[in-house]
């Protein structure tokens, strides 16, 4: 069945580096991956999407990269903050519409 | 500027009883969608709809049920509740698929304590 994996459940960094997380789907091609922030106590919220066709896309400190060979996606926060500490989710269309990986929790230690 | 409004935020509710939870958008999207959230276990896709009067089953449908009369609300009904439907509920809508502006919108959540 088609699957998503988030393959750690967290990760800690320091403030000014670049956090990387990784998403990676098995058992089917999506036609595009998305990326959500989630904080406690609130629903998630789009920040990205990218297409097969697209190998990079950017939005201020954020850049996800979509590898379809290696069936992986990448989200990078560069220069990153305490601000930027939360829950990210990758997602992708399937056969029950959207679905989800389990998540990322980043912290940024200031 | 509403987006998607979830009532209650929070509910307790004993073995057996009944609830519904609400929905609304005001966005006019025809797509919406009702997942749970447990610990570790991300997001699950418990029914949805693409239109009025049109619902379908997802991943984990059983022990809930929806109905859309309009393209403003979802609701998502248990009928007998039961310990493993604790959890937090969240409402999400969106614009048709492979539209331009493809993504979800999402309430903020109902959580749920079945005793």
């Known amino acids: 069945s088609q699957k998503i994996e988030q393959n750690s459940e967290a990760l800690n960094i320091q403030e000014g580096k670049t956090a990387t997380l990784t998403c990676n789907y098995t058992n089917y091609s999506p036609a595009y991956l998305q990326w959500y922030r989630q904080d406690p106590g609130r629903g998630p919220v789009f920040l990205l999407l990218?297409?097969?066709?697209?190998k990079e896309k950017r939005k201020e400190r954020l850049k996800v990269t979509f590898d379809t060979t290696l069936k992986q996606s990448l989200f990078h926060i560069t220069a990153s903050q305490p601000a930027d500490s939360a829950t990210y989710l990758c997602?992708?269309?399937?056969?029950?519409?959207?679905?989800f990986g389990t998540g990322t929790r980043l912290k940024v230690l200031a | 500027n509403a987006g998607v409004t979830q009532t209650p935020k929070f509910r307790i509710l004993k073995i057996g009883q009944s609830m519904t939870l609400q929905c609304a958008q005001d966005?006019?999207?025809?797509?919406m969608y009702w997942y749970r959230q447990d610990p570790g276990m991300g997001l699950k896709l418990i029914y949805y709809s693409v239109g009025a009067g049109i619902t379908d089953k997802g991943e984990v449908p059983n022990g809930y049920n929806v109905s859309r009369s309009t393209t403003e609300d979802f609701p998502l009904r248990l009928e007998l509740a039961a310990p493993s439907q604790t959890s937090v509920y969240f409402c999400a809508s969106s614009p048709p698929p492979d539209s331009t502006n493809e993504k979800l919108f999402f309430g903020s959540g109902t959580q749920l304590s079945v005793l």
């Open positions: 997602a992708t269309s399937g056969t029950y519409k959207y679905i």
């Open positions: 990218i297409r097969e066709n697209e």
């Open positions: 966005m006019n999207h025809n797509y």
